[in-house]
Protein backbone atom coordinates (compact mmCIF):
# COMPACT_ATOMS: atom_id res chain seq x y z
CA UNK A 1 0.00 0.00 0.00
CA UNK A 2 1.18 3.35 -1.10
CA UNK A 3 2.11 5.47 1.89
CA UNK A 4 0.58 8.69 1.57
CA UNK A 5 2.60 12.17 2.48
CA UNK A 6 0.07 13.59 4.64
CA UNK A 7 -0.41 16.76 1.81
CA UNK A 8 -0.19 16.20 -2.07
CA UNK A 9 -0.43 19.30 -4.59
CA UNK A 10 -1.76 18.96 -8.24
CA UNK A 11 -1.65 21.16 -11.04
CA UNK A 12 -4.57 21.04 -12.61
CA UNK A 13 -6.25 22.65 -16.46
CA UNK A 14 -9.59 21.15 -16.31
CA UNK A 15 -11.92 22.65 -13.36
CA UNK A 16 -13.44 18.74 -13.07
CA UNK A 17 -10.64 17.91 -11.52
CA UNK A 18 -10.01 20.60 -8.84
CA UNK A 19 -13.65 18.81 -7.41
CA UNK A 20 -11.90 16.35 -6.00
CA UNK A 21 -12.24 15.15 -2.01
CA UNK A 22 -9.95 16.82 0.41
CA UNK A 23 -9.26 19.41 -1.41
CA UNK A 24 -7.63 21.75 1.28
CA UNK A 25 -7.47 25.24 -0.68
CA UNK A 26 -6.59 26.11 -4.21
CA UNK A 27 -4.73 28.78 -6.39
CA UNK A 28 -6.05 29.65 -9.35
CA UNK A 29 -4.43 31.92 -11.92
CA UNK A 30 -5.41 34.54 -14.16
CA UNK A 31 -8.82 34.17 -15.55
CA UNK A 32 -9.60 30.54 -14.44
CA UNK A 33 -13.27 30.39 -14.39
CA UNK A 34 -13.38 29.94 -10.23
CA UNK A 35 -16.95 30.16 -10.22
CA UNK A 36 -17.59 26.76 -11.67
CA UNK A 37 -15.95 25.48 -7.86
CA UNK A 38 -19.07 25.97 -7.00
CA UNK A 39 -19.67 27.50 -3.51
CA UNK A 40 -18.09 24.55 -1.50
CA UNK A 41 -16.38 26.65 1.27
CA UNK A 42 -13.07 25.56 0.06
CA UNK A 43 -10.46 28.41 0.25
CA UNK A 44 -9.71 29.84 -3.06
CA UNK A 45 -6.47 32.47 -4.24
CA UNK A 46 -7.40 34.09 -7.54
CA UNK A 47 -4.08 35.03 -8.79
CA UNK A 48 -3.93 37.40 -11.57
CA UNK A 49 -0.77 36.05 -13.46
CA UNK A 50 -1.56 35.02 -17.16
CA UNK A 51 -0.74 31.38 -17.79
CA UNK A 52 1.93 30.22 -20.35
CA UNK A 53 2.25 29.94 -23.05
CA UNK A 54 -1.77 30.09 -24.14
CA UNK A 55 -3.63 31.56 -21.03
CA UNK A 56 -5.32 28.40 -20.07
CA UNK A 57 -7.25 27.78 -16.79
CA UNK A 58 -4.77 26.46 -14.16
CA UNK A 59 -5.53 25.52 -10.50
CA UNK A 60 -3.33 24.88 -8.27
CA UNK A 61 -5.06 21.95 -5.57
CA UNK A 62 -3.58 21.35 -2.63
CA UNK A 63 -5.47 18.02 -0.57
CA UNK A 64 -5.19 15.68 2.53
CA UNK A 65 -6.56 12.55 3.56
CA UNK A 66 -7.36 14.42 6.72
CA UNK A 67 -10.73 15.15 7.81
CA UNK A 68 -10.87 19.26 6.78
CA UNK A 69 -13.31 21.90 8.32
CA UNK A 70 -13.46 25.43 6.28
CA UNK A 71 -13.81 28.33 8.03
CA UNK A 72 -12.90 32.37 8.21
CA UNK A 73 -11.34 34.81 10.58
CA UNK A 74 -11.51 38.32 9.74
CA UNK A 75 -10.54 38.27 5.82
CA UNK A 76 -9.02 35.04 5.72
CA UNK A 77 -10.80 32.16 4.67
CA UNK A 78 -9.35 28.63 5.88
CA UNK A 79 -9.82 25.19 5.82
CA UNK A 80 -7.98 23.05 7.98
CA UNK A 81 -7.16 20.13 8.87
CA UNK A 82 -6.12 18.17 12.56
CA UNK A 83 -2.32 18.79 11.49
CA UNK A 84 -2.49 21.53 8.88
CA UNK A 85 -4.23 25.03 7.77
CA UNK A 86 -4.50 26.30 4.11
CA UNK A 87 -5.41 29.86 4.00
CA UNK A 88 -5.82 32.85 1.80
CA UNK A 89 -6.79 36.44 1.36
CA UNK A 90 -6.82 39.78 -0.88
CA UNK A 91 -7.09 42.88 0.00
CA UNK A 92 -7.12 45.90 -2.06
CA UNK A 93 -5.18 48.80 -1.63
CA UNK A 94 -7.54 51.13 -2.64
CA UNK A 95 -9.85 49.94 0.65
CA UNK A 96 -6.78 52.06 2.43
CA UNK A 97 -6.15 55.98 3.36
CA UNK A 98 -4.11 57.40 0.66
CA UNK A 99 -2.28 60.73 1.70
CA UNK A 100 -3.01 63.05 4.49
CA UNK A 101 -1.56 66.66 3.68
CA UNK A 102 -0.18 66.83 7.47
CA UNK A 103 1.19 63.07 7.96
CA UNK A 104 3.58 60.49 6.12
CA UNK A 105 1.03 57.89 5.95
CA UNK A 106 2.51 54.64 4.64
CA UNK A 107 1.57 53.35 0.71
CA UNK A 108 -1.30 51.83 0.25
CA UNK A 109 0.54 48.94 -0.25
CA UNK A 110 2.06 49.20 2.83
CA UNK A 111 -1.19 49.22 5.27
CA UNK A 112 -2.63 46.57 2.80
CA UNK A 113 0.48 44.28 3.68
CA UNK A 114 0.39 45.25 7.45
CA UNK A 115 -3.06 44.79 7.44
CA UNK A 116 -2.76 40.34 5.57
CA UNK A 117 -0.21 40.15 7.74
CA UNK A 118 -1.64 40.94 11.02
CA UNK A 119 -4.45 39.05 10.14
CA UNK A 120 -2.75 36.07 8.89
CA UNK A 121 -0.99 35.57 12.24
CA UNK A 122 -3.72 36.36 13.93
CA UNK A 123 -5.70 33.49 12.28
CA UNK A 124 -3.03 31.57 12.95
CA UNK A 125 -2.64 32.01 16.78
CA UNK A 126 -6.40 31.75 17.63
CA UNK A 127 -6.81 28.55 15.19
CA UNK A 128 -3.68 26.66 16.73
CA UNK A 129 -1.65 26.31 13.59
CA UNK A 130 1.87 28.31 15.13
CA UNK A 131 4.12 27.46 12.53
CA UNK A 132 4.04 29.33 9.11
CA UNK A 133 5.56 26.63 6.63
CA UNK A 134 4.79 28.24 3.52
CA UNK A 135 3.31 31.26 1.82
CA UNK A 136 2.46 32.92 -1.30
CA UNK A 137 2.70 36.81 -2.10
CA UNK A 138 1.05 38.56 -5.10
CA UNK A 139 2.11 42.15 -5.48
CA UNK A 140 0.20 44.20 -8.32
CA UNK A 141 2.82 46.35 -10.09
CA UNK A 142 5.72 44.65 -7.40
CA UNK A 143 8.70 46.97 -9.42
CA UNK A 144 6.21 50.43 -9.09
CA UNK A 145 7.71 53.14 -6.86
CA UNK A 146 6.02 55.73 -4.56
CA UNK A 147 7.16 57.23 -1.39
CA UNK A 148 10.91 57.40 -2.63
CA UNK A 149 10.85 53.47 -3.01
CA UNK A 150 9.82 50.46 -5.09
CA UNK A 151 6.80 48.67 -3.91
CA UNK A 152 8.52 45.05 -3.50
CA UNK A 153 10.65 47.33 -0.70
CA UNK A 154 7.14 48.90 1.11
CA UNK A 155 5.95 45.03 1.41
CA UNK A 156 9.14 43.89 2.83
CA UNK A 157 8.88 46.61 5.24
CA UNK A 158 5.27 46.08 6.42
CA UNK A 159 5.74 42.50 6.17
CA UNK A 160 8.47 42.78 8.75
CA UNK A 161 7.11 45.00 11.06
CA UNK A 162 3.64 43.08 10.88
CA UNK A 163 5.25 39.64 11.82
CA UNK A 164 7.87 41.49 14.96
CA UNK A 165 4.14 43.55 16.27
CA UNK A 166 2.44 39.75 16.17
CA UNK A 167 5.43 38.35 18.04
CA UNK A 168 6.66 36.28 15.19
CA UNK A 169 10.54 35.74 13.79
CA UNK A 170 11.63 38.09 11.20
CA UNK A 171 14.45 35.87 10.74
CA UNK A 172 15.61 32.16 10.63
CA UNK A 173 12.24 30.38 11.49
CA UNK A 174 10.45 32.04 8.96
CA UNK A 175 8.21 30.39 6.13
CA UNK A 176 9.37 29.01 2.65
CA UNK A 177 8.08 31.84 0.60
CA UNK A 178 7.76 33.49 -2.93
CA UNK A 179 6.98 37.46 -3.57
CA UNK A 180 5.77 38.45 -7.22
CA UNK A 181 4.17 40.90 -9.26
CA UNK A 182 0.47 41.02 -10.36
CA UNK A 183 -1.49 42.48 -12.54
CA UNK A 184 -1.72 45.88 -11.92
CA UNK A 185 -4.99 46.18 -10.92
CA UNK A 186 -5.46 43.01 -8.48
CA UNK A 187 -5.33 43.50 -4.68
CA UNK A 188 -3.05 42.08 -3.16
CA UNK A 189 -3.44 38.40 -3.07
CA UNK A 190 -1.99 35.78 -0.63
CA UNK A 191 -1.87 32.16 0.10
CA UNK A 192 -0.35 29.82 2.74
CA UNK A 193 0.09 26.86 4.62
CA UNK A 194 0.47 26.55 8.49
CA UNK A 195 1.08 23.18 10.57
CA UNK A 196 0.87 22.48 14.22
CA UNK A 197 4.78 21.19 14.31
CA UNK A 198 7.46 23.28 12.75
CA UNK A 199 9.71 22.09 9.75
CA UNK A 200 13.06 22.31 9.21
CA UNK A 201 14.14 26.24 7.84
CA UNK A 202 16.64 25.43 5.03
CA UNK A 203 19.12 28.55 3.57
CA UNK A 204 21.36 27.88 0.85
CA UNK A 205 25.22 27.60 0.90
CA UNK A 206 25.57 29.88 -2.00
CA UNK A 207 22.95 32.69 -0.84
CA UNK A 208 23.26 34.92 1.86
CA UNK A 209 20.27 34.08 3.64
CA UNK A 210 17.32 36.40 2.41
CA UNK A 211 16.81 37.55 5.52
CA UNK A 212 20.22 39.09 6.16
CA UNK A 213 20.38 41.05 2.75
CA UNK A 214 22.38 44.47 2.80
CA UNK A 215 20.76 47.15 3.38
CA UNK A 216 21.58 48.07 -0.83
CA UNK A 217 17.89 45.79 -1.61
CA UNK A 218 16.19 47.88 0.81
CA UNK A 219 16.00 48.76 4.56
CA UNK A 220 13.86 45.89 5.60
CA UNK A 221 15.54 42.48 4.53
CA UNK A 222 12.83 39.92 3.02
CA UNK A 223 11.31 37.78 5.73
CA UNK A 224 11.60 34.55 4.07
CA UNK A 225 13.95 30.92 4.46
CA UNK A 226 15.05 29.35 1.35
CA UNK A 227 13.03 26.38 1.57
CA UNK A 228 11.43 24.73 3.94
CA UNK A 229 10.66 20.99 5.22
CA UNK A 230 7.96 19.40 6.81
CA UNK A 231 7.92 15.81 8.31
CA UNK A 232 4.92 14.42 8.79
CA UNK A 233 3.77 10.53 9.73
CA UNK A 234 3.49 9.88 6.03
CA UNK A 235 6.11 11.63 4.46
CA UNK A 236 7.92 14.51 4.15
CA UNK A 237 7.13 17.61 1.90
CA UNK A 238 9.81 19.76 0.64
CA UNK A 239 8.75 23.69 -0.27
CA UNK A 240 11.25 25.58 -2.06
CA UNK A 241 10.82 29.30 -2.27
CA UNK A 242 10.76 31.05 -5.45
CA UNK A 243 14.82 30.81 -6.35
CA UNK A 244 16.57 33.34 -8.87
CA UNK A 245 20.16 33.93 -10.24
CA UNK A 246 20.98 35.20 -6.97
CA UNK A 247 24.75 33.83 -5.88
CA UNK A 248 25.74 35.54 -2.62
CA UNK A 249 23.01 38.64 -2.59
CA UNK A 250 23.59 39.63 -6.51
CA UNK A 251 21.84 39.08 -9.13
CA UNK A 252 24.11 37.31 -12.27
CA UNK A 253 23.89 36.77 -15.56
CA UNK A 254 22.04 40.45 -16.02
CA UNK A 255 20.29 40.37 -19.21
CA UNK A 256 20.67 36.44 -20.40
CA UNK A 257 17.81 34.61 -19.30
CA UNK A 258 19.30 31.10 -20.29
CA UNK A 259 22.43 31.64 -17.98
CA UNK A 260 19.62 33.05 -15.16
CA UNK A 261 17.64 29.88 -15.55
CA UNK A 262 21.18 27.55 -15.44
CA UNK A 263 22.07 29.55 -11.47
CA UNK A 264 18.53 28.91 -10.83
CA UNK A 265 18.83 25.01 -11.12
CA UNK A 266 21.99 25.00 -9.19
CA UNK A 267 20.67 26.45 -6.53
CA UNK A 268 17.60 24.60 -6.31
CA UNK A 269 20.05 22.17 -6.29
CA UNK A 270 21.97 23.21 -3.70
CA UNK A 271 18.87 23.44 -1.65
CA UNK A 272 17.86 19.59 -2.34
CA UNK A 273 21.49 18.94 -1.14
CA UNK A 274 20.76 20.17 2.26
CA UNK A 275 17.40 18.97 2.66
CA UNK A 276 18.37 14.88 1.75
CA UNK A 277 21.23 16.21 4.55
CA UNK A 278 18.31 16.54 6.90
CA UNK A 279 15.62 13.78 5.08
CA UNK A 280 17.09 10.43 6.76
CA UNK A 281 16.06 7.93 4.81
CA UNK A 282 14.32 10.09 1.86
CA UNK A 283 15.25 11.30 -1.12
CA UNK A 284 14.32 14.31 -2.81
CA UNK A 285 15.60 14.00 -7.01
CA UNK A 286 15.54 17.09 -8.83
CA UNK A 287 13.14 15.66 -11.60
CA UNK A 288 10.56 14.68 -9.21
CA UNK A 289 9.59 17.97 -7.91
CA UNK A 290 6.45 20.01 -9.21
CA UNK A 291 7.48 23.15 -10.63
CA UNK A 292 6.39 26.64 -11.10
CA UNK A 293 7.86 28.93 -13.40
CA UNK A 294 7.72 32.94 -13.36
CA UNK A 295 8.90 34.07 -16.59
CA UNK A 296 8.87 38.11 -16.91
CA UNK A 297 9.02 38.05 -21.15
CA UNK A 298 6.68 35.63 -22.65
CA UNK A 299 9.46 35.38 -25.10
CA UNK A 300 12.01 33.81 -23.49
CA UNK A 301 9.27 30.88 -22.60
CA UNK A 302 10.56 28.57 -25.23
CA UNK A 303 14.44 29.04 -24.46
CA UNK A 304 13.48 28.44 -20.51
CA UNK A 305 11.05 25.07 -21.57
CA UNK A 306 14.19 23.75 -23.62
CA UNK A 307 16.44 24.33 -20.71
CA UNK A 308 14.37 22.65 -17.97
CA UNK A 309 13.00 19.93 -20.87
CA UNK A 310 17.05 19.18 -20.91
CA UNK A 311 18.10 19.41 -17.04
CA UNK A 312 14.90 18.05 -15.48
CA UNK A 313 14.03 15.38 -18.11
CA UNK A 314 10.12 14.65 -18.80
CA UNK A 315 9.68 13.27 -15.56
CA UNK A 316 9.34 16.91 -14.07
CA UNK A 317 5.64 18.71 -13.40
CA UNK A 318 6.13 22.43 -14.85
CA UNK A 319 3.83 25.03 -14.83
CA UNK A 320 4.63 28.26 -16.41
CA UNK A 321 3.45 31.54 -15.34
CA UNK A 322 4.43 35.64 -16.66
CA UNK A 323 5.09 37.58 -13.80
CA UNK A 324 7.49 40.29 -12.71
CA UNK A 325 10.06 39.11 -10.41
CA UNK A 326 11.37 41.29 -7.03
CA UNK A 327 14.35 42.53 -8.75
CA UNK A 328 14.31 44.23 -11.88
CA UNK A 329 17.45 42.67 -13.03
CA UNK A 330 15.99 38.85 -12.77
CA UNK A 331 13.70 37.18 -15.76
CA UNK A 332 13.20 33.88 -14.62
CA UNK A 333 12.18 32.89 -10.83
CA UNK A 334 11.39 28.92 -10.41
CA UNK A 335 9.89 27.21 -7.14
CA UNK A 336 9.03 23.83 -6.29
CA UNK A 337 7.86 21.37 -4.34
CA UNK A 338 8.09 17.77 -3.03
CA UNK A 339 7.02 15.21 -1.81
CA UNK A 340 8.76 12.17 -0.45
CA UNK A 341 6.24 9.22 1.12
CA UNK A 342 7.76 7.11 3.97
CA UNK A 343 7.28 3.29 4.68
CA UNK A 344 4.27 3.31 7.46
CA UNK A 345 6.43 1.69 10.60
CA UNK A 346 5.74 -1.76 10.84
C1 LIG B 1 15.42 36.34 -3.91
O1 LIG B 1 16.02 35.28 -3.81
C2 LIG B 1 14.43 36.43 -5.03
O2 LIG B 1 10.22 38.35 -0.68
O3 LIG B 1 9.13 36.54 -0.11
C3 LIG B 1 12.14 34.94 -3.73
C4 LIG B 1 11.28 34.29 -2.84
C5 LIG B 1 12.27 36.31 -3.68
C6 LIG B 1 10.56 35.02 -1.89
C7 LIG B 1 9.96 37.16 -0.82
C8 LIG B 1 11.53 37.02 -2.73
C9 LIG B 1 10.70 36.38 -1.85
O4 LIG B 1 15.62 37.31 -3.18
C10 LIG B 1 13.14 37.04 -4.63
Same mark, same amino acid.
Given at each position: ??????????????????????????????????????????????????????????????????????????????????????????????????????????????????????????????????????????????????????????????????????????????? *?????????????????????????????????????????????????????????????????????????????????????????????????????????? *?????????????????????????????????????????????????????????????????
Amino acid at each position: MRAQAGLNLAYVSRVEDARRDGVLGIATFHDAPAAALGETGIPIARVDTPVLPTDAPLYEIWSSEEPAESGQQGRVQFRRTPEMLFGCIAVAEQDFAVQDANRAVPSTLHQATAHAYREICATLETQGYPHLLRIWNYLPDINGHSHGTERYRQFNTARRHALRASGRAVAGSVP *AASALGADSESPLVIYFLAGKVAPAFIENPRQVSAYHYPRQYGTDSPAFSRAALLRQIGGLTLFVSGTASIAGHRSLHIGDTAAQTGETLINIEALLGEANRLAHG *AHFDLDALAYKVYVRRPSDLPMIQAQLASSLGRKARIVYLRADICRHDLLVEIEATGMCPLAAAA
